[in-house]
């Protein structure tokens, strides 16, 4: 029996609104996804954001962005000028290898060894006192070297070639005068199995690396020099704890902050 008129009317709108709420159903599953998608992603840029946030304070207030020679020499009577850190090496025992810090010692800023801009950014945060003292350092043929806990030492590298480059360049009488030097930076991935406290690691290959290139020297040149020793190596450095394992390991150590220099 075929149906009627009137059944056929109720039949379609049964399937009218079946169809509809499976319609109204599956849009306000995908509106709620996509609505828990968008919060997630906001949460996300939000925690970045909040991580990188030293960094992007740090690069907005740069304290100096000049290398004069007036700024780089500084006070002769102030422990963290130029003359200050050349007046402390001078008074130290022999002294045959300097070893520095790089975040909150050489910086001005603490990069948290996660700088995600370009080297030429780090650049105007590098203390002059410092670019001062390690020019006069190499140029009295001292060995040099920076001990970091960063694992960026291409980018340290790169800082410190440019900032050197500028500052030699400024303050040679020539052009000839002017050099690029070479820098050696041990970093928080440079570990010596046992010398696992302060920069333990960092500074004893510091030592080996001097030491390696001197016993070459000797070599072809049938010269005997004394390794470099703790005792010969001077550790300038921010935390206080780094200083103290070093100096309890027997090298010398200047505590370097912002207000004051503590010697050893």
Not at 61 to 89: F, I, M, N, W, Y
Not at 204 to 226: E, T, V
Not at 247 to 258: F, I, S
Request: glycine residues 4%.
């Amino acid at each position: 029996m075929a149906p009627t008129p009137a059944v056929l009317a109720t039949t379609s709108k049964k399937i009218h609104h079946r169809s509809y709420h499976y319609y109204y159903s599956k849009t306000s599953s995908e509106t709620r996804w996509s609505i828990l998608l968008c919060l997630f992603m906001t949460l996300t840029v939000g925690m970045l954001r909040y991580r990188l946030m030293p960094i992007i304070i740090d690069v907005s207030s740069s304290e100096d962005k000049t290398l004069s020679v007036e700024a780089a020499q500084g006070d002769p009577t102030d422990p963290l000028s130029c003359h200050g850190l050349l007046a402390r090496l001078r008074s130290s025992p022999k002294v045959e290898l300097v070893a520095i810090d790089f975040d909150k010692t050489l910086l001005n800023i603490h990069t948290w060894g996660r700088w995600n801009q370009r080297s030429s950014d780090l650049v105007p945060h590098v203390r002059p006192a410092f670019l001062c003292f390690i020019n006069s350092v190499l140029q009295a043929r001292m060995p040099v070297a920076i001990t970091t806990f960063s694992n960026q030492k291409e980018l340290i590298q790169k800082v410190l070639a440019r900032s050197l480059k500028a500052y030699d360049r400024e303050h040679a009488q020539t052009e000839k005068e002017a050099a690029i030097y070479y820098i050696p930076v041990f970093g928080g991935d440079d570990w010596v199995k046992g010398h696992s406290k302060g920069k333990q690691s960092q500074l004893k290959l510091a030592m080996q690396y001097y030491n390696n290139q001197q016993q070459q020297k000797d070599k072809d040149k049938d010269n005997n020099k004394d390794p470099i020793t703790p005792a010969s190596t001077l550790l300038i450095d921010d935390d206080a704890n780094n200083i103290k394992v070093a100096r309890k390991d027997g090298y010398q150590a200047v505590l370097y902050m912002p207000t004051k220099v503590h010697g050893s």
